[in-house]
C-alpha cells in the first residue's frame, strides 16, 4: 500500500505544530497534522487555559472573603462548580475553534488517530500511511503515573482532570483531596480547590516545596502562605500504597521514615511528566532520543535524522 505524500508530516496539534503548519503554507509547502486526542494540545484542552481560567474564578471568591483594602466588608460567595465548569468548557471551545479548527483545510489538513513511524519519513495512522520529506515531532507529554502499589485498583486523577470534552474531566468539587507530589502544578491545582473549598493535603518527598530548580526561598514562602491558608504540608513524605475505604481514598505514606495514613475524597497524582515520544515507535526513524525519552535536538531543534 503506497503512502499518500506531503512535504510536512506532523505528529501532534498543539501551538508548535499549528505555527509549522501555517508557515509552511504560507511557503506554499503540503503539510498534515496528526492528532489522537483533541485537536489544540494539551494547553488549550487540559492546560494552561482550563486551569487558568479556573484559577482566576477561585482567586475572585477568596477576594471576596478575604478583601485586601480595609473598608471592604468580607463576603461569602456561593459556589456552583458545575457551572463553573460549563463556561471553562465554553471558553476552551471557543478558542480551541477560533485558534484552531478554523485553520485547518487549504494547504494543511488534520488525521485523526494514533502516529507511528514504519520509516524515518513514513508514519502509520490507523492503517493509513503518510509520507513527508520533512516530519516534525511535536507529541508534548503527558502525566507520569508513579508505581505505588494499590494504584490500579483505586480511582485517581492527573493533572488532565481539566480536560475539556474527554471522559477524565472532573465536573463535581470534592471534599477533600490528596495531592501527591509539590510541583507547580499540585502547587496552583492545589490553592485552587482550597480556595473552592476543598481541604487540601499535600505529600512532597523532598525537604521542602519547590526544592529543585527554584531559589530555596520560594519553596519556604509558598509553605507559609499555603499552611495559612489552611492547606496541610507534609514533606519527607513518600507514598507506599494506596487503596479505596468506602468512598474515600486512603494514601499509606512513609514521612520522615514513620509510616502514616492519610484519607480523603479524592487522589491527585501531580508527580511531573513525561514526553509521549514513547509512543511513536521512535526508534524505527533513528531519532536519537536522551534518558528521560526526550528527543534529542540541536540548537536549530534538528533531530540526528536529517
Known amino acids: 500500500m503506497g503512502a499518500e505524500k506531503f512535504d510536512l508530516v506532523i505528529l501532534g496539534s498543539g501551538s508548535?505544530?499549528?505555527?509549522?503548519?501555517?508557515?509552511?503554507?504560507?511557503?506554499?509547502?503540503?503539510?498534515?497534522?496528526?492528532?489522537?486526542?483533541?485537536?489544540?494540545?494539551?494547553?488549550?484542552?487540559?492546560?494552561?487555559?482550563?486551569?487558568?481560567?479556573l484559577i482566576e474564578a477561585a482567586k475572585l471568591v477568596h477576594d471576596a472573603r478575604y478583601p485586601r483594602y480595609p473598608g471592604i466588608t468580607p463576603t461569602k460567595v456561593g459556589i456552583d462548580f458545575r457551572?463553573?465548569?460549563?463556561?471553562?468548557?465554553?471558553?476552551?471551545?471557543?478558542?480551541?475553534?477560533?485558534?484552531?479548527?478554523?485553520?485547518?483545510?487549504?494547504?494543511?489538513?488534520?488525521?485523526?488517530?494514533?502516529?507511528a513511524f514504519v520509516d524515518p519519513h513514513t508514519v502509520q495512522v490507523d492503517g493509513k500511511r503518510l509520507a513527508g520529506e520533512n516530519i516534525l515531532i511535536a507529541t508534548g507529554s503527558r502525566p507520569v503515573v508513579p508505581d505505588i502499589d494499590g494504584l490500579r485498583d483505586v480511582p485517581y486523577l492527573t493533572s488532565d482532570l481539566l480536560a475539556n470534552d474527554e471522559p477524565m474531566e472532573m465536573t463535581e468539587l470534592p471534599r477533600s483531596l490528596?495531592?501527591?507530589?509539590?510541583?507547580?502544578?499540585?502547587?496552583?491545582?492545589?490553592?485552587?480547590?482550597?480556595?473552592?473549598?476543598?481541604?487540601?493535603t499535600i505529600l512532597e518527598r523532598n525537604h521542602q516545596l519547590l526544592a529543585h530548580g527554584y531559589e530555596p526561598q520560594i519553596g519556604k514562602a509558598i509553605g507559609e502562605v499555603f499552611e495559612n491558608a489552611g492547606i496541610k504540608i507534609i514533606t519527607n513524605a513518600s507514598a507506599i500504597s494506596v487503596r479505596q475505604d468506602g468512598n474515600a481514598i486512603v494514601v499509606v505514606a512513609a514521612v520522615s521514615d514513620r509510616r502514616t495514613e492519610l484519607c480523603a475524597e479524592k487522589l491527585l497524582l501531580a508527580t511531573g511528566r513525561?514526553?509521549?515520544?514513547?509512543?511513536?515507535?521512535?526508534?524505527k526513524a533513528g531519532v536519537e532520543v536522551g534518558k528521560h525519552g526526550e528527543v534529542r535536538v540541536d540548537k536549530f531543534l534538528r533531530t540526528n535524522v536529517s
Not at 29 to 53: D, F, M, Q, W
Not at 103 to 113: H, S, Y
Not at 183 to 200: C, H, N, P, T
Request: glycine share 12%; hydrophobic share 40%; charged share 25%.
Open 178 to 200: 490528596i495531592i501527591i507530589g509539590g510541583g507547580y502544578i499540585a502547587l496552583e491545582l492545589g490553592q485552587m480547590f482550597r480556595r473552592l473549598g476543598a481541604e487540601v
Open 83 to 115: 457551572k463553573l465548569i460549563d463556561q471553562k468548557g465554553a471558553i476552551v471551545h471557543s478558542y480551541r475553534q477560533k485558534k484552531y479548527e478554523s485553520l485547518t483545510g487549504g494547504k494543511f489538513a488534520v488525521e485523526r488517530g494514533h502516529a
Open 16 to 53: 508548535t505544530a499549528f505555527a509549522a503548519a501555517l508557515r509552511a503554507q504560507e511557503l506554499g509547502k503540503t503539510a498534515v497534522i496528526i492528532e489522537e486526542r483533541t485537536i489544540g494540545g494539551t494547553c488549550v484542552n487540559r492546560g494552561c487555559l482550563p486551569s487558568k481560567n
Open 274 to 283: 513525561r514526553p509521549n515520544s514513547d509512543k511513536i515507535n521512535i526508534e
